[in-house]
Nanobody, 124 residues
Framework: QVELVESGGGLVQAGGSLRLSCVAS????????MGWFRQAQGKAHEFVAA????????VYGDFVKGRFSISRDNAKNTVYLQMNSLEFEDAAVYYC?????????????????WGQGTQVTVSS
């Protein structure tokens, strides 16, 4: 089991940027595929991005369209989500999640550990 704590959310104007961080503790961080998901009010979890254990493999949700970038620093036990050109529709609670599988997976059920989430609000 790994404990995850997200930070970096907040209020941003449309077109602006935010960088989310997720710090892991409790187990070997480099042994986990890491993902970011989001949940807007009244909606299901939506896949945002995932990164392999080494950081060499990446996958993004279709809506990202080059605006977001996922990265990780295994020495710091941290995964990041850089979000640029934010749109009103990006407002949601953003969660990081860890999967013991080496596969880049878009399904929330494949991720065994989740953070508490960080709120992103986008103003028009």
């Amino acid at each position: 089991q790994v404990e995850l704590v997200e930070s970096g959310g907040g209020l941003v104007q449309a077109g602006g940027s935010l960088r989310l961080s997720c710090v892991a503790s409790g187990h070997t961080f480099s042994g986990y595929t890491m993902g970011w998901f989001r949940q807007a009010q009244g909606k299901a979890h939506e896949f945002v991005a995932a990164i392999t254990r080494s950081g060499g493999g990446l996958v993004y949700g279709d809506f990202v369209k080059g605006r977001f970038s996922i990265s990780r620093d295994n020495a710091k036990n941290t995964v990041y989500l850089q979000m640029n050109s934010l749109e009103f529709e990006d407002a949601a609670v953003y969660y990081c999640a860890a999967s013991p599988s080496p596969v880049l997976d878009r399904e929330p059920v494949q991720y065994s550990d989740w953070g508490q989430g960080t709120q992103v609000t986008v103003s028009s």
